[in-house]
Nanobody, 126 residues
Framework: QVQLVESGGGSVQAGGSLRLSCAAS????????MGWFRQAPGKEREGVAA???????YYADSVKGRFTISQDSARNTLLLQMTSLKPEDTAMYYC????????????????????WGQGTQVTVSS
């Protein structure tokens, strides 16, 4: 059974840092793409970053150089280290998995993902 559970959200001032975690179960022996998305009120859900089982990390232009996605060797935990946070980073952040997409093809497309976590809120104040 696959399951994704996010944690680590919170409130921080601009310029601060947060680390999001996603506990993933059911993906240890599969080729897949794991991604982070975010959705602010009144806006579309957008891809933030993704990591491919077959290698490679991908980032939205808006977070390049500030966010880092990583995954532990057992593929049990997906991390998103966020630094130099800005008020525009405020959103609900979701962990997602695209099964059988080991290359993270179209990683930024929300409908390419099969499974989603419940989300964790990140609020950045100016």
């Amino acid at each position: 059974q696959v399951q994704l559970v996010e944690s680590g959200g919170g409130s921080v001032q601009a310029g601060g840092s947060l680390r999001l975690s996603c506990a993933a179960s059911g993906y240890a022996n599969t080729r897949h793409c794991m991604g982070w998305f975010r959705q602010a009120p009144g806006k579309e859900r957008e891809g933030v970053a993704a990591i491919a089982t077959l290698g490679g990390t991908y980032y939205a232009d808006s977070v390049k150089g500030r966010f880092t996605i990583s995954q532990d060797s057992a593929r049990n935990t997906l991390l998103l280290q966020m630094t130099s946070l800005k008020p525009e980073d405020t959103a609900m952040y979701y962990c997602a998995a695209a099964r059988s997409n080991g290359n993270c093809y179209t990683w930024w497309y929300r409908y390419a993902y099969d499974d989603w976590g419940q989300g964790t809120q990140v609020t950045v104040s100016s």
